[in-house]
């Protein structure tokens, strides 16, 4: 069956980095866009970024961008976010989503597969 499993988070300090990881699997992840959302305690769930199937093409949100960087390994069936110069607003349950398109999304409803998410917690 089709599973999304991050993996990498944890607790940092402000200014830290981490690297989650998404590996997919009951799927041919080269024929997906791929996504990351978070969702922070009494929010609602945002989009972090996304990568084309090719990994040629990325898109990130504003309060993310210049800090975080979107990747993935077909071969590995796995999907990256690295994510540098941490900050406390970035703790958050984040969440890798797979949409079987071409074309990159940022709309939450447009994915067709969801991880359980991963644990980032920022301290300052």
């Known amino acids: 069956q089709v599973q999304l499993v991050e993996s990498g988070g944890g607790l940092v300090q402000a200014g830290g980095s981490l690297r989650l990881s998404c590996v997919a699997s009951g799927f041919t992840l080269s024929y997906y866009v791929m996504g990351w959302f978070r969702q922070a305690p009494g929010k609602e769930r945002e989009f972090v970024a996304a990568v084309s199937r090719s990994g040629g093409s990325t898109s990130s949100s504003d309060p993310v961008k210049g800090r975080f960087t979107i990747s993935r390994d077909n071969v590995k069936n796995t999907v990256y976010l690295q994510m540098n110069s941490l900050k406390p607003e970035d703790t958050a349950v984040y969440y890798c989503?797979?949409?079987?398109?071409?074309?990159?999304?940022?709309?939450?409803?447009?994915?067709?597969?969801w991880g359980q998410g991963t644990q980032v917690t920022v301290s300052s």
């Open positions: 989503a797979a949409r079987r398109a071409i074309v990159i999304t940022d709309v939450e409803a447009q994915y067709d597969y």
